[in-house]
Structure formats: structure tokens, C-alpha cells
């Protein structure tokens, strides 16, 4: 079994939350049984739900189609003033995040959960996340996301359990936050129930191994550009066939290893 491939069956409830959307401690409010659960240890943990709270998610987390734990990680802290971190072992510039106060928090989210959930913690040098991963992530019952910071976490906590670590991108933040929430989006999305179409994450890019083709809507022509015929035609193989070599042809262009990696997958694709 690959890290995000388990399946299981899910039933939701429903919650009001505030306005805001503000996420609450799920030990003082009550837990949606086996709905999908976003937990993120993170020091800003008002930076949540953040987009997620807006539009489709947002309504979803309402509706109560998943579920969000922001985790505090600073009451782990050591000491008067909650240190989470201390300087590199061996010398260096910045400052690393403490194994014993990150595995205070692993134990007190593994506590909280409701299932056991997979373990990632966003890092550039993590393995880079996919569409497959998000599917993986949506089709189980929801992630625990450790958000670093400074220059990272001590390395044994992460060998301790087992972290997967996932990268958004060739580039450095200023913390894994930002990334948790882009990770969230393209995995909460998924859930059944959260798009109004479900066809619409079927035909978008990275769905089919291939980049979208293009799209277009009124009005019939601007600037001096036409909306392509066959779009208009209303003959609904031509206007599929038109889509698939346009998918075709924008990831040849742009996406040289996409279009390679899809004919290995698709012989019979090849020219």
C-alpha cells in the first residue's frame, strides 16, 4: 500500500461553524464521525482555515464535509518561554525545530484523530506532490500535516515516524503553511460532494496524465478573436476530439516529460 492510496468508506455529518470559519480545537467541539480531517501542527494556526474557509471549501467545511484541526505548536514548547527550537547541531546559520516538542504534538494529534491519518510534512526536499497524491490524500480519511519553519525539523523525529515528506515546488518558503494549504485545496476538492461537477476534476489538467485544453465562453468573439468553430458546432465527438489534440498538443509544448511519461503510459497514443 502506497502513502496516500488507502480507500475507505465515508459518512458525513453536518456542523455550524462561525462566520469566519475560524477552525476550533476538536477536543472542545464535537467531531464529525469519520468525515475526511485536516490536521496541521503549525506556530500559526490562525493562518487556518485562510482560502480554505472561501468558496467551494469553505462551503464543504461548513457543510461539514471535512473537517479542519489547526494544531498550536507552541503550548509544546519547552521551558518559561515555550522554546520549539534551538540552534543546528555541528554549527549553522537559523534555528531547528525540536524533536521532543514536534513529537508532543505528533502524540497529541495521533490522539485526536479519529483514524490513523498519514504523516507529511511539507519540505523542499521532499518528493514533489501530484494530482495522484491528491486523489490518494481525498480517497482516504484525511491527512496530519506538520508545517516547518526556520530550517526545519531534527531529522530523528521525522525517521521516528516515518514522515512522508511532500514538496510543492522547486523553492523555499518561509514555512510549510502556505504549501498546507495548497496541498489541502487540491486534495479537499476532491472529496465527493465538494465540486458541483464532478466532471469537472475529470477534465482538467494533470486528471489524465495530460494539461487542459483550452477554454472558452461569451461572448462569441472579442478583440477580433473567434471562439473556434467546431466549440460551436454542437457536435459533441468533433468538439472531444478537437479537446483531446489540443490536451495533446499544449503538453507536448509545455510539458515535454508530461507528454513523454503519457505515451510510455499510452502505446497506442504514440505517432
Known amino acids: 500500500m502506497?502513502?496516500?492510496e488507502k480507500s475507505t468508506s465515508k459518512s458525513h455529518g453536518r456542523k455550524t461553524l462561525r462566520p469566519s470559519l475560524k477552525p476550533r480545537a476538536l477536543m472542545e467541539?464535537?467531531?464529525?464521525?469519520?468525515a475526511w480531517t485536516a490536521q496541521v501542527i503549525t506556530l500559526f494556526p490562525d493562518a487556518f482555515p485562510g482560502v480554505l474557509g472561501q468558496s467551494l471549501t469553505g462551503k464543504a467545511l461548513k457543510d461539514?464535509?471535512?473537517?479542519l484541526d489547526a494544531i498550536d505548536l507552541r503550548p509544546f514548547g519547552i521551558g518559561k518561554h515555550r522554546n520549539v527550537d534551538d540552534t543546528p547541531a555541528g554549527g549553522g546559520a537559523g534555528m531547528?525545530?525540536?524533536?521532543?516538542?514536534?513529537?508532543?504534538?505528533?502524540?497529541m494529534a495521533k490522539q485526536r484523530a479519529q483514524a490513523p491519518l498519514p504523516l507529511v510534512y511539507l519540505s523542499p526536499r521532499g518528493k514533489p506532490f501530484t494530482q495522484a497524491m491528491a486523489k490518494g490524500l481525498a480517497a482516504g480519511q484525511g491527512v496530519t500535516l506538520l508545517c516547518g519553519r526556520f530550517e526545519g525539523v531534527d531529522e530523528r523525529v521525522l525517521e521516528h515516524y516515518g514522515v512522508v515528506e511532500v514538496s510543492m515546488g522547486d523553492y523555499v518558503?518561509?514555512?510549510?503553511?502556505?504549501?498546507?494549504?495548497?496541498?489541502?485545496?487540491?486534495?479537499?476538492r476532491l472529496i465527493p460532494g465538494?465540486?458541483?461537477?464532478?466532471?469537472?476534476?475529470?477534465?482538467?489538467?494533470h486528471s489524465n496524465g495530460l494539461l487542459e485544453?483550452?477554454?472558452?465562453?461569451?461572448?462569441?468573439?472579442?478583440?477580433?478573436?473567434?471562439?473556434?468553430?467546431?466549440?460551436?458546432?454542437?457536435?459533441?465527438g468533433e468538439i472531444a476530439k478537437w479537446r483531446k489534440k489540443m490536451s495533446e498538443a499544449l503538453t507536448k509544448l509545455r510539458r515535454p516529460d508530461m507528454w513523454q511519461a503519457f505515451l510510455d503510459n499510452n502505446p497506442s497514443d504514440k505517432p
Open 64 to 67: 461539514g464535509l471535512w473537517q
Open 194 to 205: 465538494v465540486l458541483g461537477n464532478a466532471e469537472s476534476a475529470e477534465e482538467e489538467s
Open 173 to 188: 518558503l518561509t514555512g510549510g503553511e502556505i504549501a498546507a494549504q495548497a496541498l489541502l485545496d487540491a486534495s479537499v
Open 213 to 236: 485544453h483550452p477554454q472558452y465562453t461569451k461572448p462569441a468573439e472579442w478583440q477580433g478573436r473567434a471562439i473556434p468553430d467546431v466549440l460551436m458546432s454542437g457536435h459533441h
Open 96 to 107: 531547528v525545530l525540536r524533536a521532543d516538542v514536534i513529537s508532543a504534538a505528533i502524540e
Open 2 to 4: 502506497t502513502e496516500f
Open 29 to 34: 467541539d464535537e467531531q464529525l464521525a469519520n
